[in-house]
C-alpha cells in the first residue's frame, strides 16, 4: 500500500472511488466484535500482512492484542467445544462473526485491533483482523498535526510531522503534564496502537497529563513503538486548496512535510465543483484574479485559497424515494446491524416506500444519522448515510463535494490498496451497462451472431440475478 496513489479519483457516475463505502471515522467503536467482523489465521508468529506498521511493531509479540480467555471474541475464535479455554482450540483460517458480540477483559479498553493473540491449552496463534472497506475524506475539520519522534513515516513516501483527521485512528497518545513541561510518555494497551485524537486526549487525561504539544526526539521508553510511528499532537493544521485553471486541486497541509500536500507539489486531482447558478464559473481562477476573494491569492497558474469544510443532512422532513436516494446520496454507512440504538423503520410511510429500507437511531425523524438501505443501478444492495460533506472556498459561492479516498496517508495498508482494487472492480461489474454490453457478446459467440433484444435481456437478467428458471446460485 505504500506506494498505491492515495489521492481521490473520479468514478464513472460523476462522483468518486469509494463512494457508497462508509466513512471509517462512522465504523461503531470496537467494530472489531460487531458483525460482519472477519478475522483471517496468521499462525505462530504475530506478523500482519495486510496492515503498515515499521518492521520493529509488525514482528513484535505485544502488536497484538492478548484476548482473555472466556471472552466472546475468544470463543468464536478457539472454538465452541473449547470455550472458556478448557481444551485444545480448534483454529479455522477464517472467522467471521455473525453477530455482535460483547467486549471482555482488555477488549474494553480499545477502539480498534489489528491483530488478535489466543492462548490456548497448548499452543498460541494468531489472527489479523480485516477492518471492513471504509474510505476517509481528503478534507476535514479541525486537522491536527501528528508527529513521529523523527523519522519519516512510512519511509518511502511518508513525513515526520503530517496532518490528520482528529476522528481517525491515524496515531498513538503521547502524554506531557498538564502544563507542557515535562513528558509522562506513550500509552498503549498493545504496541503500534492507533487511536482517535478523543481516545488519546482522554487517556492522558487518566494519566493527569494532556496530549503533548511537542515533539522532539525519542521518548525515554519506547513503550508504544510511538518514536518509529506518529503520535497525536495538540496544535492544530492550515488546509487550504491550490485551485488550478482547469479545475484540479491540490491538497496543501501549510504545517506539514508530507509531500503529496506540500504547495507545488505536482500531486493534483479532479474534483466535483458544484457552480452556484448555471451562467456562473464553477471555479476561481487566476486570470480572474481569483474572483477578488479576500482568502484566495493568485499562485502560478492558479488560486491558493482557504477552504471550509461542513457535513449536513440531505434529506429532513418527507421521505424521500428510492430514485432520489439513490441519486443525492453518495457517502456510505456501516451495515445498521452492527450499530447500537439502531432500527428499521416500519411506519406507514416508511413501508410504503417501494425499494427503500429506513434506519433511524431511537426513531428520530429524518437527519444526519439516518441509514438509507437500497439497490443502487439495481444490481447492488448498499447502505447510504443521509448527509453531503462539502468543501467551499472561504468567503465564496465555490464549492465542491469532498472527495472520498481509501488511502489514509499517514497508515497507507495493503488491505485498503486491495479494498480500492475491488471497489474498481465491482464498480465495472455492476454498472447497468455491463450485463447487457457481456450478455450480447455470449450470445454472438456461443449462440446467434445477431441476437434479438428480448434475447439478450433474458440472459442479462440472469447475469445480474446470477440464476435463470431456477438455475444458479442467485449471487
Same mark, same amino acid.
Given at each position: 500500500?505504500?506506494?498505491?496513489?492515495?489521492?481521490?479519483?473520479?468514478?464513472?457516475?460523476?462522483?468518486?472511488?469509494?463512494?457508497?463505502?462508509?466513512?471509517?471515522?462512522?465504523?461503531?467503536?470496537?467494530?472489531?466484535?460487531?458483525?460482519?467482523?472477519?478475522?483471517?489465521?496468521?499462525? #505462530?508468529?504475530?506478523?500482519?500482512?495486510?496492515?503498515?506498521?515499521?518492521?520493529?511493531?509488525?514482528?513484535? +509479540?505485544?502488536?497484538?492484542?492478548?484476548?482473555?480467555?472466556g471472552?466472546?471474541?475468544?470463543?468464536?475464535?478457539?472454538?465452541?467445544?473449547?470455550?472458556?479455554?478448557?481444551?485444545?482450540?480448534?483454529?479455522?483460517?477464517?472467522?467471521?462473526?455473525?453477530?455482535?458480540?460483547?467486549?471482555?477483559?482488555?477488549?474494553?479498553?480499545?477502539?480498534?485491533?489489528?491483530?488478535?493473540?489466543?492462548?490456548?491449552?497448548?499452543?498460541?496463534?494468531?489472527?489479523?483482523?480485516?477492518?471492513?472497506?471504509?474510505?476517509?475524506?481528503?478534507?476535514?475539520?479541525?486537522?491536527?498535526?501528528?508527529?513521529?519522534?523523527?523519522?519519516?513515516?512510512? +519511509?518511502?513516501?511518508?513525513?515526520?510531522?503530517?496532518?490528520?483527521?482528529?476522528?481517525?485512528?491515524?496515531?498513538?497518545?503521547?502524554?506531557?503534564?498538564?502544563?507542557?513541561?515535562?513528558?509522562?510518555?506513550?500509552?498503549?494497551? #498493545?504496541?503500534?496502537?492507533? *487511536?482517535? &485524537?478523543a481516545?488519546?486526549?482522554?487517556r492522558?487525561?487518566?494519566?493527569?497529563?494532556?496530549?503533548?504539544?511537542?515533539?522532539?526526539?525519542?521518548?525515554?521508553?519506547?513503550?508504544?513503538?510511538?518514536?518509529?510511528?506518529?503520535?497525536?499532537?495538540?496544535?492544530?493544521?492550515?488546509?487550504?486548496?491550490?485551485? &488550478?485553471?482547469?479545475?484540479?486541486?491540490?491538497?496543501?497541509?501549510?504545517?506539514?512535510?508530507?509531500?503529496?500536500?506540500?504547495?507545488?507539489?505536482? #500531486?493534483?486531482?479532479?474534483?466535483?465543483?458544484?457552480?452556484?447558478?448555471?451562467?456562473?464559473?464553477?471555479?476561481?481562477?487566476?486570470?480572474?484574479?481569483?474572483?477578488?476573494?479576500?482568502?484566495?491569492?493568485?499562485?502560478?497558474?492558479?488560486?491558493?485559497?482557504?477552504?471550509?469544510?461542513?457535513?449536513a443532512?440531505?434529506?429532513?422532513?418527507?421521505?424521500?424515494?428510492?430514485?432520489?436516494?439513490?441519486?443525492?446520496?453518495? *457517502?456510505?454507512?456501516?451495515?445498521p446491524?452492527?450499530?447500537?440504538?439502531?432500527?428499521?423503520?416500519?411506519?406507514?410511510?416508511?413501508?410504503?416506500?417501494?425499494?427503500?429500507?429506513?434506519y433511524?437511531?431511537?426513531?428520530?425523524?429524518?437527519?444526519?444519522?439516518?441509514?438509507f438501505?437500497?439497490?443502487?443501478?439495481?444490481?447492488?444492495a448498499?447502505?447510504?448515510?443521509?448527509?453531503?460533506s462539502?468543501?467551499?472556498?472561504?468567503?465564496?459561492?465555490?464549492?465542491?463535494?469532498?472527495?472520498a479516498?481509501?488511502? &489514509? +496517508?499517514?497508515?497507507?495498508?495493503?488491505?485498503?490498496?486491495?479494498?480500492?482494487?475491488?471497489?474498481?472492480?465491482g464498480?465495472?461489474?455492476?454498472?447497468?451497462?455491463?450485463?447487457?454490453?457481456?450478455?450480447?457478446?455470449?450470445?454472438q459467440?456461443?449462440?446467434?451472431?445477431? +441476437?434479438?433484444?428480448?434475447?439478450?435481456?433474458?440472459?442479462?437478467?440472469?447475469f445480474?440475478?446470477?440464476?435463470?428458471?431456477?438455475?444458479?446460485?442467485?449471487?
Amino acid at each position: 500500500g505504500t506506494w498505491r496513489d492515495a489521492l481521490p479519483k473520479m468514478n464513472l457516475h460523476h462522483g468518486y472511488m469509494g463512494d457508497h463505502r462508509p466513512l471509517c471515522s462512522d465504523l461503531p467503536r470496537r467494530h472489531f466484535l460487531r458483525i460482519g467482523a472477519t478475522y483471517r489465521y496468521v499462525g #505462530h508468529t504475530p506478523a500482519t500482512t495486510l496492515s503498515a506498521d515499521p518492521p520493529s511493531i509488525a514482528r513484535h +509479540p505485544n502488536a497484538t492484542l492478548a484476548l482473555s480467555a472466556g471472552s466472546a471474541l475468544y470463543e468464536r475464535l478457539c472454538g465452541a467445544a473449547s470455550a472458556g479455554g478448557l481444551g485444545p482450540c480448534t483454529f479455522l483460517s477464517e472467522v467471521v462473526l455473525d453477530e455482535n458480540v460483547p467486549c471482555g477483559g482488555d477488549e474494553c479498553a480499545v477502539a480498534s485491533v489489528r491483530g488478535v493473540r489466543v492462548q490456548s491449552a497448548n499452543e498460541t496463534v494468531y489472527y489479523e483482523y480485516l477492518r471492513p472497506a471504509c474510505v476517509h475524506l481528503a478534507f476535514y475539520e479541525d486537522a491536527t498535526m501528528i508527529r513521529s519522534a523523527g523519522g519519516a513515516w512510512p +519511509p518511502e513516501i511518508g513525513a515526520s510531522a503530517m496532518c490528520a483527521d482528529p476522528l481517525s485512528e491515524a496515531a498513538g497518545a503521547l502524554c506531557c503534564s498538564a502544563d507542557g513541561s515535562t513528558p509522562l510518555g506513550q500509552t498503549c494497551t #498493545h504496541v503500534g496502537e492507533r *487511536v482517535d &485524537l478523543a481516545t488519546a486526549e482522554a487517556r492522558c487525561a487518566a494519566a493527569g497529563g494532556a496530549v503533548c504539544g511537542w515533539r522532539d526526539g525519542a521518548s525515554a521508553v519506547d513503550t508504544c513503538g510511538y518514536d518509529e510511528m506518529h503520535a497525536w499532537l495538540g496544535g492544530k493544521c492550515t488546509v487550504q486548496v491550490h485551485v &488550478l485553471n482547469d479545475g484540479r486541486v491540490g491538497l496543501v497541509h501549510v504545517e506539514s512535510e508530507y509531500p503529496s500536500a506540500r504547495l507545488d507539489s505536482g #500531486h493534483h486531482f479532479r474534483v466535483r465543483w458544484q457552480p452556484a447558478a448555471p451562467s456562473a464559473a464553477p471555479f476561481p481562477t487566476a486570470a480572474d484574479n481569483c474572483g477578488g476573494l479576500a482568502r484566495c491569492m493568485t499562485h502560478r497558474t492558479g488560486c491558493l485559497c482557504d477552504v471550509e469544510v461542513a457535513t449536513a443532512a440531505v434529506f429532513t422532513g418527507a421521505l424521500p424515494s428510492a430514485a432520489q436516494v439513490e441519486a443525492a446520496l453518495l *457517502v456510505g454507512a456501516p451495515d445498521p446491524r452492527s450499530l447500537d440504538g439502531y432500527a428499521r423503520c416500519a411506519s406507514d410511510e416508511c413501508e410504503a416506500a417501494r425499494g427503500l429500507d429506513v434506519y433511524t437511531r431511537g426513531g428520530a425523524a429524518l437527519d444526519s444519522s439516518t441509514i438509507f438501505g437500497v439497490v443502487f443501478n439495481g444490481t447492488n444492495a448498499v447502505f447510504l448515510a443521509n448527509k453531503r460533506s462539502t468543501v467551499t472556498i472561504a468567503g465564496s459561492a465555490y464549492s465542491f463535494r469532498n472527495p472520498a479516498q481509501f488511502m &489514509l +496517508p499517514a497508515d497507507p495498508a495493503p488491505r485498503d490498496a486491495a479494498y480500492e482494487t475491488e471497489w474498481v472492480l465491482g464498480h465495472l461489474f455492476t454498472h447497468k451497462n455491463t450485463a447487457s454490453f457481456v450478455a450480447h457478446k455470449l450470445i454472438q459467440r456461443f449462440v446467434s451472431s445477431n +441476437p434479438s433484444p428480448r434475447y439478450t435481456r433474458a440472459v442479462s437478467a440472469a447475469f445480474i440475478s446470477g440464476s435463470h428458471d431456477g438455475v444458479g446460485s442467485a449471487r
